[in-house]
């Protein structure tokens, strides 16, 4: 034990006692943990969201692995706390389901899909192309459950889970099969799940009014760590951009050729992964041209379908903008990202030309290496409260993805291997 000694020097002031006879008195303080004790709690504290008791047995756990070498093996520890996903996992997801990227939003199905995705050890390339969903166990105490009106058409039943904290960790179950509701007591199966693409909360943030163009633009964004403006290309085909986009803005065609069509070209060329997919305002329920009937009014089962193309009507329209742009035909995409930049960037892999709709899209998106390089950056951002500086370290985080791609894309490894990482705690 080590002891902080002050000086305490009594002046003699009419007393008779002088500096020489100064008395001096050792000032304790609480005994300095070590370093490694330190070192441990802030690894916890970042990978739970929450401090350990002074006299927590897990203190010593985790220096025992930091003792040898093992930051990985004490991060572990940390990880193995329902806290980890309870808080670090969960507000890291709350910023990916929101369209202003903020935490001070509800729980919801995608944010309850990245936890169980977490927890269960899943490849984590589910997110973008799974057919799956996470929701409460049965039989919880206060909480909404029913299917229809609680988990497809609003957000009840995730609302209900926070407002009641249930503990995410332990009660959240896994369900194969999304589905979409077409009757209040009657659903069917997705015909194109793509992860958290076809949540309720994401396609709700992106989805509602707009011409879809926003789900690519997100699903880059929050998957691939890059904003619209960073994968624009002025020089790729402009064929996919549609009948809404004015090619004389203003009536200068220059104008177009050296600011719009950079964004467009590779925006609509993906968009129309998403043409079958609509969502409603009120309620909030996701619906599929394959799967919703067809109506000329759109209600929170029916959908409004464009008859002569087969998409949904929103798709095509303003085409007296440019009546001479796309028509959207049916939920085909093209990757107009394939020029050298973006090639080398995205590093594409798998057939990542073409495909059709929005679970080929996901897919083309989640087997990149950026994908994994973007997952990587969250993990670092999340766990070392700090902005990770591409520009510097862009090396550092190709092989962070990569580690993330040995692991099996496990999340929790993520997790763990960044915290380990040197100068994230500092």
Request: proline content about 3%; charged content about 25%.
């Amino acid at each position: 034990m080590r002891f902080l000694l002050l000086p305490l020097i009594i002046l003699g002031m009419g007393t008779g006692t002088n500096s020489a006879n100064a008395q001096v008195k050792p000032v304790l303080t609480a005994a300095d943990p070590s370093a490694m004790e330190l070192k441990a709690r802030k690894i916890y504290e970042r990978l739970t969201g929450t401090k350990l008791p002074a006299d927590s047995p897990v203190v010593a756990q985790m220096v025992t692995f930091l003792n040898r070498g093992d930051v990985e093996g004490a991060a572990k520890i940390a990880t193995a706390d329902d806290n980890f996903l309870n808080i670090t996992v969960k507000l890291m997801a709350l910023k990916l389901s929101t369209r202003d990227e903020t935490i001070k939003t509800d729980l919801n199905d995608m944010v309850a899909a990245v936890i169980g995705v977490t927890r269960d050890q899943r490849d984590a390339r589910e997110l973008l192309n799974g057919n799956f969903y996470y929701r409460g166990a049965d039989n919880l105490t206060g909480v909404r459950s029913n299917l229809v009106a609680d988990i497809l058409l609003t957000n009840n039943h995730y609302i209900d889970l926070e407002d009641k904290r249930v503990n995410l960790a332990k009660n959240l179950v896994r369900v194969n099969g999304q589905v979409i509701a077409v009757g209040d007591a009657a659903t069917v199966a997705n015909p194109d799940p793509a992860g958290v693409l076809t949540s309720r909360a994401f396609q709700s943030a992106h989805t509602v009014m707009g011409t879809n163009r926003r789900l690519v633009e997100y699903t880059f964004r929050e998957f691939m760590c890059v904003p619209l403006s960073e994968w624009a290309d002025t020089g790729a085909s402009d064929l996919r951009i549609g009948r809404d986009i004015d090619r004389f803005p203003g009536g200068d065609h220059n104008k177009f050729l050296t600011s719009c069509k950079g964004c467009h070209t590779v925006m609509d060329g993906f968009r129309g992964a998403f043409a079958k997919w609509e969502v409603n305002n009120n309620p909030a329920g996701i619906k599929h041209v394959d799967a919703n009937p067809h109506s000329n009014t759109s209600d929170a089962y029916t959908i409004i379908v464009d008859n002569s193309t087969g998409v949904i009507q929103k798709y095509n329209k303003n085409a007296n903008v440019f009546p001479a742009g796309y028509i959207t035909r049916d939920d085909s995409w093209v990757n107009n990202a394939i020029r050298e930049k973006n090639a080398n960037f995205f590093e594409w892999r798998g057939n990542a030309l073409s495909g059709n709709g929005a679970k080929s899209f996901g897919t083309t998106v989640a087997n990149s290496r950026r994908f994994s390089q973007c997952m990587a950056k969250r993990a670092y951002e999340t766990v070392c409260r700090k902005t990770f500086d591409e520009a510097k370290d862009l090396d550092k985080l190709k092989t962070w993805g990569v580690e993330f791609e040995n692991s099996g894309y496990k999340l929790k490894s993520l997790f763990e291997k960044v915290a380990a990482k040197p100068g994230c705690l500092e």
